[in-house]
């Protein structure tokens, strides 16, 4: 077996297992059903269709089930698709086990936790730093395994934690250079600012957008929580008021999903390193897999580009 669907090109044969992220059912213009089945693995996922799929096949591969596939790497459309032959879901004799599928943040959640604590003991805002003890006891068990996102960045398990602990660090290092900004203000927005997707994602391993998350978002559902957390512990006053604008505005732009743009210092702050520390993931991840001298996929949420790897080396 090769290290991972990613690394498998077009043409190339495939009988392996891999995990099913999501499967959806369609009518062909014959009028025949078939499912869209999105398969995962640590390294990535790929498209594939059952085409002529059965009622029997749609009560059998859904979400989550971990499935044998052979077939063969196409393309469509410019992205690889991979061919169905044949396709089974695993057995207990396999030997193999879904979790081995996951991919996981590159730093251990307990990590994570540590680091995440050592910078809310750094904040010297009472209001703010309380504000935050608050959500982090309330979403600590899902925050550490939680994806940043569905698709596109740290969108596998712990994504979430590891993200917020990467833009922490940059909020460290912008505070050395600019020291007037508000380290405190900029500390909690990004701890609370992607809090929301707890009730805008189903879960961990292979999550899906909830009801809540696709009638409200993650970025309305946190400003609400925001307020109901200040009456809960009787804070009141603006910095209750621009933490919610922070969380509000760290889209960046309406077309980005953001209802309000940045209207205070620190957060624009916070929708920079917001914006950076997703990009960065995007694009490591997708130069991994290629060699020096290649060009990655096209990446979507990159305005569609594909970004070449220099052959020389960062000495």
């Known amino acids: 077996m090769k290290k991972g669907i990613a690394y498998y090109s077009v043409g190339d044969a495939f009988d392996y297992f891999m995990l099913i992220k ?7 213009s014959n009028g025949k059903p078939f499912l869209t089945l999105i398969l995962k693995d640590v390294t990535g996922e790929i498209e594939a269709k059952l085409w002529e799929a059965t009622p029997e096949d749609e009560e059998t591969f859904q979400q989550e ?7 063969e790497v196409n393309q469509f459309r410019g992205r690889p698709q991979l061919k169905i032959q044949s396709i089974r879901p695993a057995q207990p004799t396999d030997g193999v086990h879904a979790t081995d599928f996951i ?3 590159p730093v251990p959640k307990e990590q994570l936790m540590e680091k995440l604590t050592e910078y809310i003991f750094d904040m010297e805002n009472p209001n703010l ?4 003890r608050y959500f982090v006891k309330k979403y600590q068990d899902a925050l550490l395994v939680y994806p940043a996102a569905v698709k596109n960045h740290h969108e596998y398990v712990s994504g979430l934690a590891y993200h917020v602990v990467s833009m922490l660090d940059l909020a460290k290092s912008l505070k050395g250079l ?10 909690a927005g990004i701890i609370l600012h992607d809090l929301g997707k707890m009730k805008e994602l189903s879960g961990a391993a292979t999550p899906s ?5 696709k009638l409200i978002g993650h970025i309305p559902i946190m400003v609400e929580e925001i307020g109901q957390a200040a009456r809960e512990l009787q804070i009141e006053g603006e910095e209750v008021t621009i933490l919610q604008h922070l969380v509000l505005s760290h889209h960046g732009k309406a077309e ?41 996929e096209r990446l979507f949420a990159m305005d569609n580009r594909s970004f070449y790897k220099p052959m020389f080396e960062d000495e």
Do not use: C
Not at 22 to 28: I, L, M
Not at 129 to 132: D, E, H
């Open 22 to 28: 999501s499967a959806n059912k369609g009518v062909a």
């Open 65 to 71: 089930q971990l499935v044998k596939i052979n077939g």
């Open 103 to 105: 991919e996981t943040a």
């Open 129 to 132: 730093q309380r504000i935050v």
């Open 178 to 187: 600019y020291p007037e900004l508000n380290k405190d203000l900029i500390y």
């Open 209 to 213: 957008y909830t009801l809540e998350g």
């Open 256 to 296: 980005w999903g953001s209802p309000k743009p940045p209207l205070v210092r620190e957060a624009e702050i916070l929708h920079l390193i917001d914006l950076m520390d997703a990009k960065m993931n995007m694009l490591n991840r997708a130069l991994e897999k290629v060699k020096p001298g290649e060009f990655t």
